[in-house]
């Protein structure tokens, strides 16, 4: 029997789930006042924490910013207990660089009131990335409290232990092995509180290592106990033998961490055998997770390093735009929200939160192209085409863009006089007031023409070339497009199938992959939450029920450019599939490739129009690779995985909350591998896969789930209680048109050997360009700033490591540039460049570590991230 008895007083909250924001913020600041006032009125009362999310508080003060004092006080009186969150973040599903900003802005909000709790707090997520210690390590974190994920497979059968990551980074845990509202609304009656406590003592004292447990007191929304001291005395009349008190985690952790023998684990933690984590919601509402995949891909693979250069050539670097874009997504990765577990309404407001950043961020990266393309350096006339190259590595890349011009024919040409050769794909025609009302205002109505071109060119590390729009007496025209049913490139021999699959032949290795872009259709008998299958269904294959795929070929000197289309007739809902009744309805494909004639990996943008419920539908890239596990990335490295959870074979005997499919989330990239070879799919949409096939050779890239309920009881693979509630969602069928956007390749060598990160960093990392034309609605002064017509930065020799964003430092004038090798060997880097005067390590929070590394070769351990202040 432990003898302390730590009871917390807290409010979990939800800014959204199946109630709104606006609903969630009414009862705030009902609740604030009440908190306040209890802290100010009651010295007997020590503390309450505010759920370690500061987006609380930017809430309530939208309502009450005469509060700000108020709040401040108590703060710095150590009562009122904030941060370091400014959302309670989804860790499987968001990328590393939102994760640490998440815990940036938190601490940097925390800071205008007093000081943050240092406590990885996140006692809701689904599932625990085994990347957080690093993270919270950051940010000088050494404590963690989560509730999600762990069993006793993963090494240790205590709720306290410490939890390790790379580069000797290391957490204390506090398991909440019930969960943070096993103290919510304790009851004063004896013998109701004495059989609640009863059974939460005997898991919390079998889990403990030491004389202290944690009563977490709060709950969803859940306003203060105002009774809890009427309550401690009937606990400490019932339970005689122990002592119980308000408390804060910190003062828990403290005494733990005295504790002796604390085993130390490693991993991620997706275990669902005494809580859920719901192995399949990382494909609900599809368009949802592809939304945030785009912006915090834009964000800091384009619009920061962007900014950067900008403002090293002289122009403003916008922190003040930049935060609220951040900030903005964050809020969407809340665990229910970019779960989108939620009601319809409040999924809206998700989306519209996406909408809004992702046009912040394309109206940024435009404002910062053009200010650099509208201050070159030129007596030059001719309408300007740019290209940008934003990562620190010369490049060579085919690269589709867009020139706009009233010119029949053009050529490209630079300040050296070469030419850039180029191959129109498509032109159209543009109503000249849609580029600038004034045009017509005085009477012109010639239209322009918009081509859309494909280029080969290079270009330097963080860096960019400018080529002038030459017109010519040349008569142009895009190029045809064909009906081959087949292609040839330096890697593969492709067939174009009637059932709209690719016959690949892998030229390296000989072997032939049939079935490539096939589909996968089954019924969905589960909710936001979770897939369900029907029991005994047959899942349904586009390979064997498409016949009339439509083909067409645009061939370029670099490119092959396929589009198939096909219809897909699946079963009209769950109710056609149950009964077998013959109502159908259509799925309609439009996918577009882009097989490069040089290099390996293949780019698919396929364009679903959903009219069927109630399913799921998964792309197959098989593999000729029988592996017992898959590698995929995390935040800032990878992970290896076994393609069948050791768990299966116990599930259903040891009573677990949920089966524990092998279905994973993603960031980039999954891959299978061998000494000899590697496949992988990357991605810029969806993140769920599953490995699949008799020998376990075939990537299932999940395309989307069609549910229309909220939260279902009794689950195939989820037995039990309902998740959430039984809430219709309509909006969660997905009918309608979305498009996914991904790719693969078949690569020599392992994953290591093939670079396969740093192929998928260029992937996700396209050139930009930027067309300046004398036209342009949104007029703009020209600045005393001149900048060449072509320009490099900074460039280094290609490493085994990846950039994860270049970006001004939020509080001095210096830049900070992050890298984390991917790879299964220690790494070095050189940060050694003429333009580079001074480096400096800092932690995740941007404050210096003793290490200056001008010169020197940074030891990066597999999976390790590290920051550098640059000059």
């Excluded at 008895?5 to 009902?30: A, G, K, Q």
């Excluded at 509180?193 to 447990?213: H, I, N, S």
């Excluded at 996406?354 to 007596?379: G, M, P, S, V, W």
């Excluded at 320009?791 to 994860?804: C, I, P, Q, R």
Aim: aromatic share 10%; charged share 25%.
């Amino acid at each position: 029997m432990t003898k302390n008895v730590h009871i917390v007083p807290h409010m979990h909250w939800d800014r959204e789930w199946y109630f709104s924001t606006e609903e969630s913020r009414i009862l705030l600041v009902n609740n604030m006042e009440e908190i306040l006032t209890r802290l100010e009125n009651d010295p007997d009362y020590p503390y309450y924490v505010l759920d370690g999310q500061t987006a609380i508080l930017e809430d309530f003060f939208e309502i009450r910013p005469d509060q700000r004092e108020r709040v401040k006080k108590l703060v710095q009186a150590g009562k009122l207990i904030i941060g370091p969150w400014y959302t309670q973040t989804d860790e499987m599903v968001v990328g590393g660089e939102s994760i640490v900003r998440n815990l940036y802005y938190g601490m940097k909000d925390s800071a205008e009131f007093g000081e943050p709790m240092k406590i990885g707090y996140l006692p809701d997520s689904f599932g625990q990335s085994a990347q957080m210690p690093q993270i919270l390590n950051g940010f000088d974190i050494k404590y963690s409290i989560f509730w999600r994920g762990t069993s006793e497979n993963h090494g240790t059968d205590k709720t306290e232990f410490y939890w390790t990551a790379p580069g000797e980074s290391k957490v204390l845990v506090q398991l909440m092995p019930l969960g943070y509202a096993i103290g919510k609304y304790l009851p004063e009656e004896e013998a109701a509180l004495q059989k609640r406590m009863d059974k939460y003592f005997t898991v919390l004292d079998r889990g403990a290592t030491g004389e202290d447990v944690l009563l977490p007191n709060g709950h969803d929304q859940m306003p203060i106990q105002q009774n809890i001291y009427e309550v401690i005395s009937v606990l400490k009349k019932l339970y005689p033998d122990r002592e119980f008190f308000l408390s804060r985690y910190e003062d828990l952790l403290e005494k733990i961490e005295k504790n002796e023998g604390l085993d130390e684990i490693y991993g991620e933690f997706l275990h669902g055998k005494y809580q859920r984590v719901h192995r399949s919601i990382y494909s609900t509402r599809a368009d949802i997770k592809a939304a945030n995949t785009r912006i915090e891909n834009k964000l800091t693979n384009h619009l920061e390093p962007l900014a950067s250069l900008a403002y090293k050539l002289g122009f403003e670097y916008h922190h003040g735009l930049f935060e609220p874009i951040w900030k903005e997504i964050m809020k969407n990765h809340a665990h229910d929200s970019i779960g989108c577990c939620c009601s319809d309404k409040v999924h809206a407001e998700i989306m519209a939160r996406f909408q809004n950043a992702e046009e912040r961020t394309d109206r940024l990266i435009d404002f910062y192209k053009r200010k650099i393309t509208d201050h070159i350096n030129t007596d030059r006339k001719e309408d300007r085409l740019v290209f940008f190259n934003l990562l620190p590595e010369d490049r060579e890349e085919v690269t589709t863009t867009t020139v706009t011009t009233k010119f029949s024919s053009f050529k490209l040409m630079d300040d050296h006089g070469e030419e850039l050769e180029y191959e129109i794909l498509s032109t159209k025609v543009i109503d000249p007031g849609l580029i600038d009302r004034q045009i017509v205002h005085y009477g012109n109505y010639d239209p322009f023409v918009e081509f859309t071109i494909e280029v080969k060119t290079q270009l330097p590390g963080i860096g960019y070339h400018t080529y002038y729009v030459v017109e010519t007496n040349d008569h142009q025209r895009a190029l045809p497009r064909e009906n081959h049913r087949s292609v040839e490139t330096v890697a593969y021999s492709i067939q174009f199938e009637q059932n709209g699959t690719l016959s690949l032949t892998d030229k390296q290795t000989g072997q032939t992959h049939v079935g490539v872009l096939g589909l996968e259709n089954v019924g969905d008998d589960g909710d936001e939450y979770d897939f369900s299958p029907l029991e005994g269904e047959i899942p349904r294959f586009s390979a064997e029920e498409i016949t009339d795929a439509q083909f067409s070929l645009q061939s370029t000197p670099h490119t092959h450019h396929v589009k198939i289309a096909y219809q897909w007739i699946v079963p009209a809902d769950l109710e056609a599939r149950k009964q077998d009744d013959g109502r159908m309805e259509n799925v309609d494909f439009h996918i577009e490739l882009t097989i490069p004639i040089e290099s390996n990996a293949i780019e698919v943008s396929c364009k679903v129009k959903n009219n069927a419920k109630d399913h799921r539908i998964r792309v197959m890239i098989p593999t000729n690779i029988s592996s017992s596990f898959s590698f995929a990335d995390q935040q800032f490295g990878t992970i290896d995985r076994n393609v069948i959870d050791d768990g299966m074979a116990v599930w259903e005997s040891e009573g677990w909350d949920e089966r524990p499919d092998a279905i994973y989330p993603f960031l980039s990239y999954v891959g299978l591998e061998d000494l000899e070879k590697s496949a992988f799919v990357m991605t810029k949409s969806v993140r769920e896969y599953e490995i699949i096939g008799d020998s376990y050779d075939t990537i299932a890239l999940t395309l989307f789930r069609s549910v229309g309920v909220l939260g279902k009881e009794e689950l195939v693979r989820r037995p039990g209680r309902p998740s959430g509630i039984k809430l219709p969602t309509p909006d969660s069928q997905m009918l309608g048109e979305y498009t996914f956007d991904f790719g693969f390749a078949y690569v020599e060598g392992n994953r290591d050997a093939a670079k396969v990160a740093q192929r998928v960093k260029r992937y996700v990392s396209p050139f930009l360009s930027y067309n300046k034309i004398p036209h342009n609605a949104m007029k703009l002064n020209k600045e005393n700033v001149q900048v060449p017509s072509e320009f490099s930065w900074f460039s280094f020799e290609e490493t085994e490591l990846v950039m994860s964003t270049l970006k001004k430092a939020e509080s001095e004038d210096a830049f900070i540039i992050r890298y984390y090798n991917p790879s299964r060997q220690d790494q070095t880097i050189r940060l050694d460049h003429p333009a580079i005067h001074k480096v400096e390590e800092a932690n995740l929070n941007e404050v210096r570590v003793d290490n200056q590394h001008k010169e020197s070769n940074v030891l990066f351990l597999p999976s390790q991230v590290k920051s550098f202040l640059i000059q």
